[in-house]
Each structure stands twice: as C-alpha cells, then as structure tokens.
C-alpha cells in the first residue's frame, strides 16, 4: 500500500505513522515547578542526540508541564522506564492539573537530583541530570510552527543501579528497558538482546 500524507487516506482504522518509526524509547522525564511542585511524565518522543556533548531530547506534543517547568527552572531528569516500573509508567501518565504529584500518583520515590534541581525515580535503575540548553518549535514544509516542543538538555549526571551492572557494562537483559511501538503496544528492550559486531575496513 501507499499513501500520501498530505490526505492521510491509508484506510486504516489508526494512523500507522508512530508504529513504523518504533520502538521508541521512553523520557521518563522528571521536573520542578517554580512553586515547588514535582512532576514526572513519559515521553515517547525521547532520545540520545551527541555523546560529545552529551545531548538528549524529549518533544512535548502542545506546551505540557514538562516543557513549562523545564524551560522555568532550565533543568530536568530522564528515568529509565523500565519492565518491572512499566504500570507506573502508565500511571504517571494520566493527565492531571498542573502541580500534582505524578510520583504519589504513580506511588514511586522522587530523588533529588546531586547537580541539578529536578527529581527522579528512585526505583529506576538509571537516570539523567540534565541542563536546558535549547527549546526549539519545528517547521513543516510549509514553514509553519509545528505543535511540538523539541526540549535539548546536556547531561551532567548519570545515576546506574549496581543491580544492572554485569561484566562492567549495563546488562540489558536486566535493565529491561521498555519502548513505545505504537498504538497501545509496548516493547521489552532486554526480552531478546542479541550482539551483532559492525563492519571494519
């Protein structure tokens, strides 16, 4: 089948595009509001951009709390969204008003962070301090704004659970990372973890 996105006619009973770009890792993205208040939300919208600097990204899909109180405070966290935390994944997800709790709604441990001003989860076998460093509204073909926020942060801290590391290495196969496919559809990243050597001249 083909077709064309400016008409989105594909016949499907759900749009296909987010599950073809999968999996997708999971932002479990950790902030503070200038009131005090914590917030922690997923974001499938998430990944790694440079190791040198250490660059990663979450898109906010309209302007979320996320996106406010990271762009207020200029810092924010990245749990890892793991297979035993996958339900509390889901339950920091429910939308709330701004100032709720997702950490007691979700019933998880917010940590402070050591160099940045953010929380993160305590159960999670890893996390991300990170600094803003840009906000950035993508354009379409038509040079219009999209309705998403790309939100850039340099890492600073690497939390790494002594539970996950085997042979000097994280082991995915314990660390378990969940992936959004699409859909209602989720993904276990460590279920079937293989080694595949690249190429050499």
């Not at 922690?40 to 040198?52: G, Q």
């Not at 801290?157 to 990372?177: K, N």
Request: charged share 20%; with cysteine; hydrophobic share 40%.
């Amino acid at each position: 089948m083909f077709y064309r996105t400016d008409t989105n006619d594909h016949g499907m009973a759900h749009d296909p595009f987010k599950a073809i770009v999968a999996p997708r890792p999971i932002g479990w993205i950790g902030t503070k509001g200038r009131d005090g208040s914590l917030n922690l939300s997923p974001y499938s919208f998430f990944n790694i951009v440079s190791d040198s600097p250490k660059l990663v990204m979450f898109s906010s899909s309209g302007r979320k709390h996320s996106l406010r109180n990271a762009e207020e405070a200029g810092v924010f966290t990245a749990s890892l969204a793991s297979r035993h935390l996958a339900d509390h994944v889901n339950a920091s997800s429910a939308p709330v008003d701004y100032g709720v709790n997702e950490f007691e709604l979700a019933g998880l441990t917010a940590a402070m962070g050591q160099v940045v001003d953010a929380p993160y989860v305590a159960e999670a076998y890893t996390a991300l301090e990170c600094r803003l460093t840009e906000i950035i509204q993508p354009k379409g073909l038509d040079g219009e704004k999209a309705q998403s926020f790309m939100v850039f942060g340099e890492v600073v801290g690497i939390h790494i659970s002594e539970e996950i590391i085997r042979d000097g290495r994280i082991a995915m196969d314990l660390a378990r990372p969940i992936a959004r496919m699409g859909y209602m559809d989720y993904a276990d990243g460590g279920s079937d973890v293989f080694q595949i050597k690249r190429p050499t001249r």
